[in-house]
Nanobody, 121 residues
Framework: QVQLVESGGGLVQAGGSLRLSCAASGSGLNIMGWFRQAPGKQRELVAVHSSGGRTNYADSVKDRFTISRDNAKNTMYLQMDSLKPEDTAVYYC?????????????????WGQGTQVTVSS
């Protein structure tokens, strides 16, 4: 049984930083990623990380967000710097057993419950 539990969301002013964590139970989760969904919008990829170290980022967060994984702890992180009001969304941790760094939410088998990130202007 795979479970993903996010933590670290909250309210921050524009220009500030937050760090999200996703603790995973279960094995074989080769690809883990962060998605976000703002009200009235589709869920979109933020960043994705393979167990081997490959990463991919949405253009909107490149050079501001950093995804990382601690395979020993089975935990993934998202360091978010220079936050903007448009980063406001519910952030979800997701995982899949495949090998591609897919940006398609439908390709992910497991999801966390989500954590709210609100950036005030």
């Amino acid at each position: 049984q795979v479970q993903l539990v996010e933590s670290g969301g909250g309210l921050v002013q524009a220009g500030g930083s937050l760090r999200l964590s996703c603790a995973a139970s279960g094995s074989g989760l080769n690809i883990m990623g962060w998605f976000r969904q703002a009200p009235g919008k589709q869920r979109e990829l933020v960043a994705v990380h393979s167990s081997g170290g490959r990463t991919n980022y949405a253009d909107s967060v490149k050079d501001r967000f950093t995804i990382s994984r601690d395979n020993a702890k089975n935990t993934m992180y998202l360091q978010m710097d220079s936050l903007k009001p448009e980063d406001t969304a519910v952030y979800y941790c997701a995982a899949r057993r495949g090998i591609s760094l897919s940006s398609d939410a439908g390709a992910y088998d497991y999801w966390g419950q989500g954590t709210q990130v609100t950036v005030s202007s």
